[in-house]
């Protein structure tokens, strides 16, 4: 039950005489939440005239129905402008198995190389739909699986007039398996933590 990341502490006691004996679980509700905000920073540099900076912020929306469904929702400015939308749904009361449909756009720019020459620079535009589902395999193990359709838009801001634009759709099967053991999530200590990632396109 704490494991559901929903309350800050949870005690249990026997009640009862002997031969009824009854588990009383009693959870304590987080002061926080159940909605949530983040924020975030990047910033990188190569030392030769090239940098890039991102600032992220995310929102999520937690129990929003009896099986603890999920709104995850990301924003994220700078040399890559970036809009994601999630709704991941548990579909049995352990939560062990969900669904997630998901919507992302994005907008970047990239160098292109000829050599060690730098002869343009691309922007790029993507959409992004998909759905996954998956399962928790054991207590520290996740397998997912999921289908994603990609139009993607490109062409030159800097460079040569004559240099291709292209434009393409896609369809990917993808599959994940991640492993976790890290003591904690944002400044471990000790553990392990493992993924696997595939991605297939025609």
């Given at each position: 039950i ?5 309350f800050s ?5 026997l009640?009862g005489?002997?031969?009824?004996r009854?588990?009383?679980?009693e959870?304590?509700e987080?002061s926080?939440?159940p ?8 910033l990188s540099d190569?030392?030769a005239?090239?940098g890039?900076?991102?600032?992220l912020?995310g929102m999520m929306?937690t ?20 809009l994601r939308t999630?709704?991941y749904q548990p579909?049995?009361?352990s939560?062990r198995?969900f669904?997630?449909?998901y919507l ?5 720019q990239?160098d292109?190389?000829?050599g060690?020459?730098?002869?343009a620079?691309?922007k ?5 739909a998909?759905l996954?589902?998956?399962f ?9 699986a999921?289908i994603?359709?990609d139009?993607?838009d490109?062409?030159p801001?800097v460079g040569?007039v004559?240099?291709?634009?292209y434009?393409d759709t ?6 994940d398996?991640?492993?976790?053991r890290?003591?904690?999530?944002r ?9 696997l990632?595939?991605?297939m396109?025609r």
């Amino acid at each position: 039950i704490y494991d559901l990341g929903w309350f800050s502490s949870v005690d249990f006691r026997l009640t009862g005489k002997e031969g009824a004996r009854s588990l009383l679980i009693e959870p304590k509700e987080k002061s926080w939440g159940p909605d949530y905000l983040r924020f975030g920073f990047n910033l990188s540099d190569d030392f030769a005239g090239g940098g890039t900076y991102n600032l992220l912020a995310g929102m999520m929306m937690t129990e929003m129905n009896r099986y603890g469904g999920e709104w995850r929702n990301e924003i994220q400015i700078g040399n890559t402008r970036r809009l994601r939308t999630e709704f991941y749904q548990p579909v049995v009361p352990s939560g062990r198995v969900f669904i997630a449909p998901y919507l992302e756009g994005s907008r970047a720019q990239f160098d292109v190389y000829e050599g060690e020459n730098q002869i343009a620079r691309y922007k790029e535009s993507r959409i992004s739909a998909g759905l996954e589902t998956g399962f928790q395999w054991e207590p520290f193990s996740r397998v997912k699986a999921g289908i994603r359709r990609d139009t993607i838009d490109a062409g030159p801001v800097v460079g040569a007039v004559s240099l291709p634009r292209y434009s393409d759709t896609r369809v990917l099967f993808t599959a994940d398996y991640l492993y976790d053991r890290l003591d904690n999530a944002r400044f471990p200590r000790s553990g392990l933590r493992m993924e696997l990632g595939l991605d297939m396109a025609r």
